[in-house]
């Protein structure tokens, strides 16, 4: 019989905690690290993991896919931290950090990038979740594609390059938009309502995705030059959220009003 997979996550976040828990049903997680042992703890216990580190010292030998998940600008450290494995593959889960992070420390090595926000408590669909795959050479890719489809039904290969434009326009699509919403929530409990009476709206404007482009949804006052209202807008503002509104306005009317 086909002994399974063995994989050592090093870290115990958000991305770590949902990708961790979808291995642990093909493969057998051998060991987590964490800088946290109750997190890593914790995170073994929904993956069936018998062993937890703090130490980079410490990280197992012997694993086939070490997975490392921590905040972009401690990979570095990681990689150059832990010993170098027999035979086993290295990638990080990042879209802005280049594979050749583990170039001179690691011998096979790549990307394994799951395009999606995760949150511990939140439960994600990982079968729906982009998984885009980078790997040193033609092997290393092969192991990562294959390993990703078992999880994901959407798996794609994407250099350094092109997944950093992902990660920009993630940042847009998700991170500038959840702002938005801040905004939105606090504007509203202002007045002791809040975003929940925005929900039918938004779900309204994400559906219009299915039916048509994002240039063609768009819509409001400053789609339509309205000045006036824009104007009154702006008056009911405090002075962040006015220069907020203005700018967007403004490039909003540049796009559909002025070009």
Sequence with gaps: MEQP???????SGNVA???????????KVVQIYSHSLQNATALAEQCGCESVTDSLSMITADADLYLVSVKDDAIASVVE????????VWAHTSGSV?????AGYKERYGVFYPLQTFSKDLKIKVREVPIFIEGYDASTTDFLLRLARRISD???EADSTLRKKLHVAAVFACNFVNLMWIEA??????????IEFLRPLLKETLGKLDRVSPADAQTGPACR?????????????SDEKRELYSMLSEIIIKRYINE
């Excluded at 997979?5 to 870290?11: A, E, F, N, S």
């Excluded at 931290?81 to 086993?88: E, L, R, V, W």
């Excluded at 280049?98 to 583990?102: C, D, K, L, R, Y």
Aim: hydrophobic fraction near 40%; include cysteine; charge should be negative.
């Design 17 to 27: 905690t949902h990708l961790g828990t979808a291995l642990s049903q093909v493969a």
């Design 81 to 88: 931290s832990t010993p170098q494995a027999q035979g086993g």
């Design 98 to 102: 280049p594979m050749t992070v583990f």
């Design 185 to 194: 929530d606090e504007l509203l409990k202002e007045s002791g309502l809040g």
């Design 225 to 237: 030059g309205d000045r006036h209202v824009i104007d009154e807008h702006l008056n009911m503002l």
């Design 5 to 11: 997979l063995r994989v050592c996550l090093i870290g």
């Design 154 to 156: 959407n798996v794609t």
